[in-house]
Nanobody, 127 residues
Framework: QVQLVESGGGLVQAGGSLRLSCIASERSFSNYVMGWFRQAPGKEREFVAAIGWSSVTYYGDSVKGRFTISRDNAKNTVYLQMNSLKPEDTAVYYC?????????????????????WGQGTQVTVSS
C-alpha cells in the first residue's frame, strides 16, 4: 500500500525555523510531482510548495522567500525547509504526490491534482 509519512513538525517561536520531511514508501515516487499543503483550523487546504522530478519548484505567495522545497530521490524523500516562521504559518502540513505528472503545471497548485496524501504533521508558531 502506498504511504507518505511526514515528520519534523513541532512548536517554534516566531522567526524560527523547522524542516519537514516526507518519505514515500514507493521508490517510483521519485519520478513524480510532490507537493506540500497546509490546513489551519476553519480554513481550506492551502498550497505551500511543489517540486517536479527535475527539481523545478513552485511556491505559494505567502511562503515565497521563506520556505524551500527540495527532494532527495535516492531516499524517496521530499523536504520543506521553513525559515522566518510566522504565527500565521500555524497549520497541519501535508505532503502529497501526483502520480499522473512528472513536471509542474498550473494544476500542481491545487489539492485535487494529487492522489496520495500523508497523515499530516502539526506546525505551531508562537508569537
Amino acid at each position: 500500500q502506498v504511504q507518505l509519512v511526514e515528520s519534523g513538525g513541532g512548536l517554534v517561536q516566531a522567526g524560527g525555523s523547522l524542516r519537514l520531511s516526507c518519505i514515500a514508501s514507493e521508490r517510483s515516487f521519485s519520478n513524480y510531482v510532490m507537493g506540500w499543503f497546509r490546513q489551519a483550523p476553519g480554513k481550506e487546504r492551502e498550497f505551500v510548495a511543489a517540486i517536479g522530478w527535475s527539481s523545478v519548484t513552485y511556491y505559494g505567495d505567502s511562503v515565497k522567500g521563506r520556505f524551500t522545497i527540495s527532494r532527495d530521490n535516492a531516499k524517496n524523500t521530499v523536504y520543506l525547509q521553513m525559515n522566518s516562521l510566522k504565527p500565521e504559518d500555524t497549520a497541519v502540513y501535508y505532503c502529497a504526490v501526483d502520480t499522473n505528472r512528472r513536471t509542474l503545471v498550473g494544476a500542481s497548485m491545487r489539492a485535487g491534482a494529487y492522489d496520495y496524501w500523508g497523515q499530516g504533521t502539526q506546525v505551531t508558531v508562537s508569537s
